[in-house]
């Protein structure tokens, strides 16, 4: 995945990001906008959308922290 791409997939994230959305729910609705996008695809855009709006949006920040954590966690085991 190059950067545009990476960039295009946590703007997206940030966009449907809510409190309370499952990891799955997440997953879902990104595969819907962007449908070539792996999991792994999807964790690595989070962690980059975490740092690049952690001091504009951080409430969404702690959402896409707990969603990357989670499929991170997931696929190691």
Do not use: C, Y
């Amino acid at each position: 995945m190059d950067a545009s791409e990476l960039q295009a997939i946590g703007d997206t994230l940030m966009r449907l990001v809510t409190p309370g959305m499952t990891p799955k729910d997440l997953v879902k609705a990104m595969r819907k906008e962007h449908p070539g996008a792996s999991k792994k695809d999807i964790a690595r855009a989070a962690l980059h959308a975490i740092i690049a709006n952690a001091d504009q949006e951080p409430g969404k920040s702690r959402n896409l922290q707990a969603f990357a954590l989670a499929e991170r966690t997931q696929q190691s085991e």
